[in-house]
């Protein structure tokens, strides 16, 4: 998996936030590595509001305050449940930071929005913590 997850590694070093650990966790309970196979199942509005519900029912019981949603699609979904249709780069939902974003593996994300969306996520801590 080092493909997949040591950009994430080296976007969060170069972060430079003092923080020591970063953890990983799917925003939906699926198995699926085809896109497309995902988006038939989050049609079905049932579907997609359990898995909404799931996630936002683990996000509450984990220590974290900052979470970084790095899937475009899913990015969406949820910023459009928690923020009734708007769109957002960050959302404050019961006291830990959602940041919304694409992948950051695979060559997918340019470097311009790279930089954007670290200098969002460190403008955004750094005010939260002033």
């Known amino acids: 998996y080092s493909t997949y997850f040591q950009p994430i ?6 972060l430079d936030l003092g923080f020591n650990s970063l953890s990983f966790l799917d925003l939906f309970i699926v ?3 085809l ?12 579907f997609k509001e359990i898995q909404l ?14 979470i ?6 899913a990015s969406y979904h949820l910023c459009e449940h ?3 249709g708007g769109i957002a780069t960050s959302y404050e939902y019961k006291g ?13 994300m340019d470097r311009f ?3 954007r969306l670290k200098l969002n996520i460190r403008d955004v801590i750094r005010a939260k913590a002033s």
Do not use: P, W
Not at 9 to 14: G, L, N, S, V
Not at 35 to 46: A, D, I, P
Not at 56 to 64: D, F, H, K, S
């Open 9 to 14: 590694r080296k976007f969060h070093e170069e």
């Open 31 to 33: 198995r699926q590595t």
């Open 35 to 46: 896109q497309g196979s995902v988006r038939k199942l989050l049609n079905r509005q049932e």
């Open 53 to 66: 519900k799931l996630f936002l029912m683990a996000l509450e019981r984990i220590n974290t305050k900052y």
């Open 68 to 73: 970084c949603i790095l899937n475009a699609e």
């Open 82 to 84: 928690l923020n009734k």
């Open 96 to 108: 830990k930071i959602l940041f919304f974003s694409g992948m950051l593996s695979g060559g997918v």
């Open 113 to 115: 929005s790279r930089e």
